[in-house]
């Protein structure tokens, strides 16, 4: 069954430095998504992928975020200079624009430490 | 604006015993899904049922199975025969037409032996 994949499972970054965060979304989506969760809390909408443009972002998705498709196959997420509160799980998400059009298959996460 | 509420933020249940977890959401939308996903200590997102909302028929899933109130805007999840493997967060979501998933804020499932 095809799955998202992110990696790497677990990064630990100084604080002020940049991470790039991967995804690779199940291969005929065309929908992509980023999702945070602070640890003990809910998980929240970071930014949503289409067309290599964001269709929406969050009020979280500041400056300090970019989005980017580098090829036909990953979908990255970065972070140019990770605050201590950037510590969060990352999921990223993607959907196709079938007839399960509203469901997103979410991919295992990557911790991000930041001291 | 679009609210997902788990009102339980844990409980427990004996090993082979039913449990119900609770979730309540407020929209204004006609066409949405609702999800339940169980998030074990790996922190990965699994899911476990979904709910058209178009369908008046509650969504089932060998052990799992939801009450879809749609006029009370409710959605809970019954688990039967609850097993060890069990015990995680459970999540409530929601998502409509601009397609981003709102969650609630999960409830803590103990399940004792």
């Known amino acids: 069954e095809p799955e998202v994949t992110q990696t790497p499972s677990h990064q630990v970054t100084q604080m002020g430095q940049e991470v790039i965060l991967r995804c690779v979304p199940i291969s005929n989506h065309l929908y992509f998504y980023w999702y945070r969760q602070i640890l003990g809390q809910k998980v929240e909408f970071l930014v949503s992928?289409?067309?290599?443009?964001?269709?929406?972002k969050s009020e979280i998705f500041d400056d300090q975020f970019s989005v980017e498709r580098p090829d036909g196959s990953n979908f990255t997420l970065k972070i140019r200079s990770t605050k201590l509160e950037d510590s969060a799980m990352y999921f990223c998400?993607?959907?196709?624009?079938?007839?399960?059009?509203?469901?997103?298959?979410f991919g295992p996460g990557t911790r991000l430490t930041v001291t | 604006a679009q609210t997902v509420t788990q009102s339980q933020p844990e409980m427990s249940v004996q090993e082979a015993e039913t449990v119900t977890l609770s979730c309540t959401y407020d929209t204004s939308e006609s066409d949405y899904y609702l999800f339940w996903y169980k998030q074990p200590p790996s922190r990965q997102m699994i899911l476990v049922i979904r709910?058209?909302?178009?369908?008046?028929q509650n969504a089932t899933e060998n052990r799992f199975s939801v009450n879809f109130q749609k006029a009370a805007k409710s959605f809970s999840l019954k688990i039967s025969d609850s097993q060890l493997g069990d015990a995680a967060m459970y999540f409530c979501a929601y998502v409509a037409g601009t397609y981003k998933y709102i969650f609630g804020t999960g409830t803590r499932l103990k399940v004792l032996a």
């Open positions: 709910q058209e909302a178009y369908k008046q």
């Open positions: 992928f289409y067309n290599n443009e964001i269709s929406e």
């Open positions: 998400a993607s959907r196709d624009a079938g007839t399960s059009a509203y469901e997103q298959y």
